[in-house]
């Protein structure tokens, strides 16, 4: 078992034909993942070769699912064409799109999250995020497949790098799922979903959560997780260090008086008994310690 994707997950890329699109489709073929097309408006019709593996290239999505059957699209497109990209994936009814494109307007992220939740077809992951991986399943996105292997942890992560770098701290004990969520203002799915998805797979044991500075998310987060997870969490903030009031990297990772600090989100978490670390090793340590029981 994992969540949102396993081995039976069909994927279609969108910009499969550009430079990034093309990287990474090769990368997620290597590492198992089930890529049966892409859509490239204009390019209908043509086929792409990745180490012998022929890929139709269609004009929109719902012609790459009635031609594949896809059930999943990453979106490696330029910011000023992923609205478009997102839109045209939700009105195929695809259940999953993973959008890895950074940069895309708050405008535009607003207007297609608000499509997705009108028509409740189909889930959102990102923008601005690494994509998600179950390892030996399927990989959407840039995690780097070789870091880890399957094993029963859940990993949920606003930040790309944080997710790659806790992936290989509990490397011996491997992951079901490990979901980057992205860390812009606006995002489709978040950390209660994935806290959700987790509780509920009998296959994971145990959950990671790495959040970050700015927003509430984490408070929220803490706020399901006393409600309703009842698997050991362990926590990571990043941010204790950043000055109050400064846009910190990620556009969401803004901190407004004591809303939003890596303390106020540290002190949610622990009131619902989440255990959290000071440093993505610490954290890692903390996991490590509940799995060995």
């Given at each position: 078992m994992a969540i949102f994707i396993n081995e039976n997950t069909k994927l279609i890329v969108q910009g499969m034909t550009g430079s990034e699109g093309t990287k990474h489709t090769r990368r997620m073929i290597a590492s198992g993942t089930k890529v049966v097309g892409g859509v490239t408006p204009g390019k209908g019709g043509q086929s792409v070769d990745i180490d012998g593996n022929i890929l139709p290239v269609f004009n929109t999505v719902a012609e790459a699912v009635a031609a594949t059957g896809a059930n999943a699209s990453v979106v490696f497109v330029p910011p000023k064409?992923?609205?478009?990209?997102?839109?045209?994936?939700?009105?195929?009814?695809?259940?999953?799109?993973?959008?890895?494109?950074?940069?895309?307007?708050?405008?535009?992220?607003?207007?297609?999250?608000?499509?997705?939740?009108?028509?409740?077809?189909?889930?959102?992951?990102?923008?601005?995020?690494?994509?998600?991986?179950?390892?030996?399943?399927?990989?959407?996105?840039?995690?780097?497949?070789?870091?880890?292997?399957?094993?029963?942890?859940?990993?949920?992560?606003?930040?790309?790098?944080?997710?790659?770098?806790?992936?290989?701290?509990?490397?011996?004990?491997?992951?079901?799922?490990?979901?980057?969520?992205?860390?812009?203002?606006?995002i489709g799915t978040t950390h209660i979903d994935c806290l959700r998805a987790f509780q509920d797979d009998p296959d994971t044991d145990a959950i990671v959560m790495i959040g970050e500075i700015g927003g509430d998310a984490e408070e929220r987060a803490a706020a399901f997780i006393g409600e309703y997870v009842t698997k050991p969490v362990v926590g990571y903030v990043a941010g204790f260090t950043a000055p109050e009031g400064k846009t910190m990297g990620h556009a969401g990772a803004i901190v407004s008086g004591s809303s939003g600090t890596a303390a106020a989100k540290q002190e949610a978490l622990e009131a619902v008994g989440v255990k959290v670390g000071k440093t993505p090793s610490e954290t890692a340590a903390l996991m490590r310690a509940i799995l060995n029981g």
């Amino acid at each position: 078992m994992a969540i949102f994707i396993n081995e039976n997950t069909k994927l279609i890329v969108q910009g499969m034909t550009g430079s990034e699109g093309t990287k990474h489709t090769r990368r997620m073929i290597a590492s198992g993942t089930k890529v049966v097309g892409g859509v490239t408006p204009g390019k209908g019709g043509q086929s792409v070769d990745i180490d012998g593996n022929i890929l139709p290239v269609f004009n929109t999505v719902a012609e790459a699912v009635a031609a594949t059957g896809a059930n999943a699209s990453v979106v490696f497109v330029p910011p000023k064409f992923a609205k478009a990209a997102v839109i045209d994936a939700i009105d195929a009814k695809i259940p999953l799109v993973v959008v890895i494109t950074e940069g895309i307007p708050v405008h535009d992220s607003a207007a297609f999250y608000a499509y997705a939740e009108s028509k409740g077809t189909t889930r959102l992951i990102g923008p601005n995020c690494p994509g998600l991986i179950s390892p030996g399943k399927s990989n959407i996105g840039i995690i780097p497949a070789d870091i880890t292997g399957p094993g029963r942890i859940g990993l949920v992560s606003k930040s790309g790098t944080l997710t790659y770098q806790m992936m290989y701290e509990l490397r011996d004990f491997g992951f079901s799922t490990a979901v980057g969520i992205g860390g812009d203002p606006i995002i489709g799915t978040t950390h209660i979903d994935c806290l959700r998805a987790f509780q509920d797979d009998p296959d994971t044991d145990a959950i990671v959560m790495i959040g970050e500075i700015g927003g509430d998310a984490e408070e929220r987060a803490a706020a399901f997780i006393g409600e309703y997870v009842t698997k050991p969490v362990v926590g990571y903030v990043a941010g204790f260090t950043a000055p109050e009031g400064k846009t910190m990297g990620h556009a969401g990772a803004i901190v407004s008086g004591s809303s939003g600090t890596a303390a106020a989100k540290q002190e949610a978490l622990e009131a619902v008994g989440v255990k959290v670390g000071k440093t993505p090793s610490e954290t890692a340590a903390l996991m490590r310690a509940i799995l060995n029981g």
